[in-house]
């Protein structure tokens, strides 16, 4: 039997995470503690979301995002704006929810159009309520190890999944394949954090197969389907899509 069909046939038994029993676990969770918080306190969490345009997928994004606070009992807000808005009228919108009472995190939905530096406008958002982590103030929190910041929901999401399989992490090669703000870097600090030695690559590395087929775990963020081709990943990697 070849290697690749021996590859193909460690596929046909894997095990798949169950990502979703998991989401609702967090999501039971959340919606206690926010009934709790209101009850207690009268504070009900309230998300607002910023969105610049009207490219579908941020549409999409942005629709999901909403509902998942509604239904957790969150207070969400959508912020949306044309694509030719100006800068001055952004940023005052986003100050003004630093200031409200009745907002706790903010998302800024990217990417922005030109000529809107997202750099910029993230950094504008009170970094107490940056719940994606964008800040540099956050941002550098990840970077040297720091307590106390956001760290985006996705490289936390796919923490979280790892956890399920492995108990430990100490020592374990883990490919991150892809380099975004929102996944790729926070994903490879937050695994360096956990001790794993950190393979980073994306779509214009030589020689991926081989750095796919070094890793215990294997965390694909590319948005390119099928770029990573099942003969590349070694038997018994944990593979997060």
């Not at 957790?72 to 807000?77: K, N, V």
Request: net charge neutral.
């Amino acid at each position: 039997m070849s290697v690749l069909n021996l590859k193909l046939l460690w596929w046909a038994v894997s095990n798949i995470i169950d990502g979703r029993k998991l989401a609702e676990e967090f999501k039971t969770k959340l919606y206690v503690s926010a009934q709790n918080l209101e009850k207690n306190t009268g504070i009900k969490p309230g998300l607002a979301a910023l969105r610049v345009g009207d490219n579908p997928a941020s549409q999409l994004y942005v629709q999901l995002k909403g509902s998942q606070a509604r239904d957790l009992g969150y207070h969400f807000e959508e912020h949306v704006f044309p694509a030719w808005i100006s800068a001055d009228i952004l940023e005052s919108r986003i100050k003004e929810l630093n200031q409200s009472p009745h907002i706790h995190g903010i998302i800024l939905q990217l990417s922005l159009p030109s000529p809107l530096d997202k750099f910029y406008f993230l950094s504008l958002i009170d970094p107490s309520k940056d719940v994606d982590g964008l800040h540099p103030l956050n941002a550098g929190k990840l970077f040297q190890g720091l307590p106390g910041g956001f760290v985006a929901c996705t490289p936390m999401g796919c923490l979280a999944l790892i956890r399920t399989v492995h108990d430990r992490l100490e020592g374990l090669n883990v490919g991150v394949i892809g380099c975004s703000l929102l996944v790729g870097r926070p994903m490879a600090l937050l695994m360096l954090q956990h001790n794993c030695t950190v393979l980073m690559a994306h779509s214009k590395t030589q020689n991926l197969p081989a750095i796919c087929e070094m890793a215990d775990i294997l965390i694909v963020a590319i948005g390119s389907p099928r770029f990573i081709q099942g003969d590349w990943i070694q038997k018994d990697a944990t593979v997060i899509d």
